[in-house]
């Protein structure tokens, strides 16, 4: 079977369409398990009172929001997303929570080019960029998209063995849908997550003054059928994965899942192993531009 990246895209859109709603419902257990490697990456990107933010793959917008307190009434943070649906969650949140200063824009992440270049201070992304099939694409939209010396920083899953919480539903899902293994460079949760593979991509795509840090972010919640109900409800990637098991075979598929997961109980409830990257860079500055900052 050869990767279509065409149909994965369409597929991807279609899937958060779909699991868009309830995105946005679990946003607190989001908020709980993502928040302290959001922070870092806010403080990773720069993102300051008065910063003009753009967020790629923004989602139902915990990070925007949190990005749009940080930039205050006199900064601004453009959530773009390939889901409207998704999208208009983060509005509606951006809103109910008074800030003025959030716009959305329904926009491929790979194709940032409608954007003013040299626009932004900050690009930040929240375990998106893993599901772009042209990272590079994507990578040189958002350095085309920030003012140079500006900072791209963006959260990714690490390895397999360290995110057990999603390798264990990832792998069984894969042996009942008799997927091959992903290929290298193909799009998927660890694609960026092996050591070096995310400072080789930001180096290619020109970016410099890379720092990656390990974040362990433990998914804590009362029990392994919880989280089972977390990820089969709201994780886009593994119904994409999923539709290849007839839908009378699924449930047996999430039963296995749970099982599986139970490993991660204890008399404190579950506690899912997650380590998340934390990567940030700077765009250029050209040579002209160095010589006339001196
Ligand atoms: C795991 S969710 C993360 C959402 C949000 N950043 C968060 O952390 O809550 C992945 C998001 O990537 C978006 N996405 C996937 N492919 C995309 C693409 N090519 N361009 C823009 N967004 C994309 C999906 O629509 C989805 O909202």
Redesign the pocket.
Known sequence: MTFDPVQY?TT??QQ?EDAAEA?HRWGPT?ETW?GPATEKMLDAANVTTGSRVLD?????G??TLAAARRAGAGGRVLA????PT?LSYAAKAAAEAGLTNVKTLE????ALDVLPAGSFDAVIS???LI??PDQQAALAGMRRALRPGGRIAAIVYSTPERNAFFSIPVSIIRRRAQLPPPQPGQPGPFSLGSPGVLEGVLSIAGFEDMRVEAVPSPLRLPSAAECVRFERESF?ALHQMLAGVPAADRPAVWDEIEQALRQFESDDGFVGPCELLVASAAAPWTVDQRHERR
């Open positions: 895209k991807t859109r958060w995105w989001l993502l790629v793959a923004a989602g139902g915990g990070q773009t997303d390939i889901s998704i926009a491929d992440g790979e929240r375990v998106g599901y772009f886009g």
